[in-house]
């Protein structure tokens, strides 16, 4: 079985040498972590992600354990059968680890919710990108996560018949500079499940499917193994572990 780590929005597979997933590609020997352009909107970001894996693993099942902004990528990738990988016996399951299917209120305070002519955060963003694009620097991410786009990507992008989808979140807080906008979101939220989250997506807008096990005791840095209040960056939460149970379940 072919299994592919595919990470999320903003920071790259590896950085000043840390791995995005820390310490998974000792774990799982043998597992893809195909770089993306992190910054770049869902459709460059998914094209980037079907090449690599297609280039990886011409040829049997492939499993996908995806990271925030990742599980969007991959979701895309199989709505759309990007180089015909959600044909039969290509990806036969994406596990969703905190991916804002639902958009993110943090996107939404940064980038406005919805395209508008009165919302000068939202105009503001609508520029950077167009002259970003001028000069061919692949943006628009942070456009998608918010609640606006995420409604309309979910109505154009719908599961494949044939791949098991499973859904992962968190409700913990480790690294300080996620401790404002997990209170933002808990403050802002309307329900239990909407109010709890991992300091970037709430346990709703994670649970595309239904959580296939409690929400994970860590925020959003945690899940990929990291604490950045800590003076060795390494979490607590044991997410090698994790990963196994995510990939147990998935059948690897």
């Known amino acids: 079985m072919s299994i592919v780590f595919a990470s999320g929005f903003l920071v790259p597979q590896q950085i000043a040498g840390q791995a995005y997933f820390r310490g998974a590609a000792a774990a799982f020997p043998g597992a893809l972590f195909p770089p993306v352009p992190p910054i770049a909107d869902i459709g460059a970001r998914a094209d980037r992600l079907a090449s690599e894996i297609n280039a990886a693993f011409p040829n049997g099942p ?7 902004m990742a599980g969007l990528d991959s979701r895309f990738l199989l709505s759309n059968n990007l180089l015909g990988l959600a044909n039969p016996g290509r990806i036969v399951s994406l596990s969703m680890i905190s991916t804002p299917n639902l958009g993110s209120p943090v996107a939404d305070l940064l980038a406005g919710a919805e395209p508008s002519l009165f919302d000068p955060r939202r105009l503001t963003y609508d520029l950077i990108v167009h002259l970003a694009g001028e000069f061919g620097a692949p943006v628009g991410a942070l456009g998608d996560l918010t609640s606006g786009s995420a409604a309309a990507f979910n109505a154009a992008n719908h599961n494949v018949a044939g791949v098991r989808y499973f859904s992962y979140a968190a409700s913990g807080m480790e690294s300080f500079i996620l401790k404002p906008f997990h209170i ?12 709890a989250n991992d300091g970037l ?4 807008s994670a649970a595309w499917t239904p959580l296939a096990e409690p929400p994970w005791p860590t925020d959003h840095i945690g899940e990929v ?11 607590t939460f044991d997410h ?13």
Do not use: C, F, M
């Not at 492939?62 to 925030?68: F, G, Q, W």
């Not at 997506?201 to 709703?204: F, G, H, R, T």
């Not at 090698?240 to 059948?251: D, F, N, S």
């Open 201 to 204: 997506v709430s346990v709703k």
């Open 225 to 235: 193994g990291y604490n950045l209040s800590s003076p060795t960056l390494a979490s």
């Open 240 to 252: 090698i572990a994790a990963y196994r149970r995510v990939l147990a379940r998935a059948g690897v």
């Open 62 to 68: 492939i499993h996908i354990v995806a990271h925030s």
């Open 184 to 195: 933002l979101i808990e403050t802002t939220g309307q329900t239990a499940d909407d109010k």
